[in-house]
């Protein structure tokens, strides 16, 4: 089969048929989302009526598209990665993700959880110990920030150089991967007003 054979139409764009896996496989994600959107309403809508029977069987409907859109979404994921629409910027995050700052921006990040970890665990030991705890959250959260802010302009300063698809994927994982030590810096906040209220 040829290369033009190969090649299917979208409203006038022309993409393989990989391509076209993906776009319809966004659709349903987006057709998921959307009823599960929908069926929370219902939800909402059956509790504040004080129908238990509608809402058990919104809360199943939502639960269940839930998963569906997960798995939808893993699945549009790896076809990606494999290689479908830009492909070519698997070199240039592999490139960042190899670095010294990554590694020990990722070390924070596996830092904070252990240490939110063992704040939790300091509760069974005494108020003193929970308090000491919670600053080495912070000093895990603090390091990542930092590191963040490197990784970004070491980002930046090469972006002319870099597919902008690529700049925008690497900015958007760096922010989101920072998010694992900021929320256990607000977990962290939540045992403070824990302990203001009276624990211990």
């Given at each position: 089969?040829?290369?033009?054979?190969?090649m299917v139409s979208l409203s006038g764009f022309s993409?393989?048929?990989?391509?076209?896996?993906?776009?319809?496989?966004?659709?349903?994600?987006?057709?998921?989302?959307?009823?599960?959107?929908?069926d929370f309403g219902g939800l909402i809508d059956s509790?504040?009526?004080?129908?238990?029977?509608?809402?058990?069987?919104?809360?199943?409907?939502?639960?269940?598209?839930?998963?569906?859109?997960?798995?939808?979404?893993?699945?549009?994921?790896?076809?990606?990665?494999?290689?479908?629409?830009?492909?070519?910027?698997?070199?240039?995050?592999?490139?960042?993700?190899?670095?010294?700052?990554?590694?020990?921006?990722?070390?924070?990040?596996?830092?904070?959880?252990?240490?939110?970890?063992?704040?939790?665990?300091?509760?069974?030991?005494?108020?003193?110990?929970?308090?000491?705890?919670?600053?080495?959250?912070?000093?895990?959260?603090?390091?990542?920030?930092?590191?963040?802010?490197?990784?970004?302009?070491?980002?930046?300063?090469?972006?002319?150089?870099l597919n902008p698809v690529t700049v925008i994927q690497?900015?958007?994982?760096?922010?989101?991967?920072?998010?694992?030590?900021?929320?256990?810096?607000?977990?962290?906040?939540?045992?403070?007003?824990?302990?203001?209220?009276?624990?211990?």
């Amino acid at each position: 089969m040829s290369a033009k054979a190969r090649m299917v139409s979208l409203s006038g764009f022309s993409i393989n048929r990989r391509e076209r896996a993906i776009v319809e496989g966004v659709g349903s994600h987006l057709a998921t989302v959307k009823r599960t959107v929908e069926d929370f309403g219902g939800l909402i809508d059956s509790v504040s009526s004080g129908d238990a029977a509608s809402a058990r069987r919104f809360f199943d409907a939502v639960m269940g598209d839930e998963t569906k859109a997960d798995t939808i979404h893993r699945d549009l994921s790896l076809r990606v990665a494999n290689g479908a629409f830009f492909g070519g910027v698997r070199e240039d995050i592999i490139e960042l993700l190899r670095s010294d700052e990554m590694r020990l921006f990722i070390a924070d990040l596996k830092g904070s959880v252990s240490a939110l970890e063992n704040l939790i665990a300091a509760f069974t030991i005494s108020k003193k110990e929970v308090l000491a705890r919670v600053h080495s959250v912070e000093e895990f959260e603090e390091s990542a920030d930092s590191r963040k802010d490197v990784l970004l302009r070491e980002l930046f300063r090469g972006a002319s150089k870099l597919n902008p698809v690529t700049v925008i994927q690497l900015r958007d994982f760096i922010f989101v991967a920072d998010d694992i030590a900021d929320n256990a810096e607000d977990a962290s906040d939540v045992v403070l007003v824990l302990i203001a209220k009276g624990y211990g």
